[in-house]
């Protein structure tokens, strides 16, 4: 009987199983960490919004291991949502988020800020900007 010795091994370090709000996150990317044991050069990451039966590579495409993803969050509305790493040279060496996590546009009326959220925050920027242009005759301020 041989026993098969696990020469990496992949672990996600930081990614919140809660909703990413694509609207929210700055410029809409949100950081993926990871760490690995023994040799991994490059590795590949993957999300999936169908809870793991399909997976398509992330954008703009990851190379090299820094052990950060800065992924670019889609333009789509899923509650179940995953990513996944692997090592690039063996791909049965892979973590997968704990927990599947929520993605989904903001397209809120009078959510003024983009935090997918309509509050005081909104209120006081759209009173701002009509108390500087309050003339609708005046082709500025439109």
């Given at each position: 009987m041989m026993k098969k010795t696990c020469k990496s091994a992949m672990a996600l370090l930081l990614f919140c199983a809660c909703s990413v709000f694509g609207a929210s996150v700055i410029l809409n990317e949100y950081n993926i960490e990871w760490s690995h044991t023994g040799t991994v050069n490059?590795?590949?990451?993957?999300?999936?919004?169908?809870?793991?039966?399909?997976?398509?590579p992330v954008y703009p495409p990851n190379t090299g291991n820094a052990g950060v993803y800065s992924w670019q969050v889609p333009l789509l509305d899923s509650d179940d949502c995953l990513v996944r790493i692997s090592n690039a040279a063996d791909l049965l060496v892979f973590d997968i988020s704990d927990a599947v996590f929520s993605v989904y546009q903001c397209d809120l009326e009078g959510d003024v800020t983009g935090d997918c959220r309509v509050n005081l925050?909104?209120?006081?920027?759209?009173?701002?900007?009509?108390?500087?242009?309050?003339?609708?005759?005046?082709?500025?301020?439109?």
């Open positions: 490059n590795v590949k990451v993957e999300f999936s919004h169908d809870n793991g039966k399909t997976w398509m925050d909104d209120f006081v920027l759209l009173a701002s900007s009509w108390l500087e242009c309050a003339n609708p005759y005046d082709i500025g301020c439109w």
